[in-house]
């Protein structure tokens, strides 16, 4: 059994706290991470935060084997860094192929002024480290001892997994317009962030899996240059309670109200069987920590209503709060458990 999770918008929806509370509730029995270390995903459980970048969001679940896809791009300092802060020895596993940043490519990309002020990168060396897998010179894992204890088949450790029942979750990063191909190029990262992207990272084929999660914000952030239709200016956005710092660089995020054109195109180029919808509290704020559809304001359950309606796509996750907890799961009512 293989759920997917990703991105809706330009990311920053709230991917980890989703796959934090699946890893949980679902008791997930390997949840693997694509993409690179240029996308932060944040956990909040029991008073306590972790800032991801490379080690999965199932983390949480201390039962969950973690691995790190063969397409993702992993950093030596950040990884040994988060395996030690999740407490993560032992349960981690990376790809051979996985891809190696190295100083260089950082310095490269630092000091690359269209990327930096054009794009906006965000300065981890995630683009010139993709150049350089493009121009097969790219460093591996297996070309790092100091990794050797952790090195695994990824692709045949999750599909044999899939094979025996086991319940696989994949994490995707950044959000579906900032895919390589389907965003809004040229302001984009270095691959495709799509589910079919993800799948590929992984080496899983389609038919493989069960439900694809598409996860939405109950607004819209982005970090960087590029397209972002209705963008509030920033009075209106502190005003609102809606300002944000990206949790890789720090900036401020731009803020724009719920996209719906957005959303329904990242429900069709995704192939979407659920949405997840977070951060409702912003919106409604005595939705707060409510875990109980029939606890939610009126006006917000009418909002959700509306969007399900118009995204013909299940609505069967909702944030309320920071916390992996702070989850209304709609999922055994709409026929998905």
Known sequence: MVTVVVGGFFGDEGKGKIVAYLSLKDDVDICVRTGAPNAGHTVVFQG???????????????????????????????????????????????????????????????????????????????????VDRILRKLKLARDFPELKPMLTDVVDEVNEAIDKGLKVLIEGTQGTFLSLYHGTYPHVTSRDVTACGVLSEVGIGPKKVRDVIVVFKAYVTRVGSGYLPNELPIDEVKKLGWVEYGTVTGRLRRVAPFNLELA????????????????????????????????????????????????????TLIGTGEDVSEIIDLRKEKGFI
């Open 264 to 315: 329904k195109r990242a429900v069709v180029i995704n192939s979407a069987t659920q949405v997840a919808l977070t951060k409702i509290d912003a919106l409604f704020p005595e939705a707060r920590g409510k875990v109980r559809w029939n606890d939610l304001p009126l006006e917000a359950r009418k909002w959700i209503e509306n969007i399900e309606n118009e995204l013909k796509t299940p609505i």
């Open 48 to 130: 306590k935060t972790w800032k991801l970048r490379i080690i999965p969001s199932g983390f949480i679940n201390r039962k969950t084997r973690l691995l790190i896809a063969p397409g993702a791009l992993i950093r030596l300092d950040i990884l040994f860094k988060e395996v030690n802060e999740t407490e993560s020895w032992g349960r981690v596993g990376i790809d051979e192929r996985t891809g190696v940043i190295e100083d260089i490519h950082v310095n490269l990309e630092r000091s690359n002024e269209y990327l930096m002020k054009v794009i906006g990168s965000t300065g981890q060396g995630v683009g010139m480290a993709m």
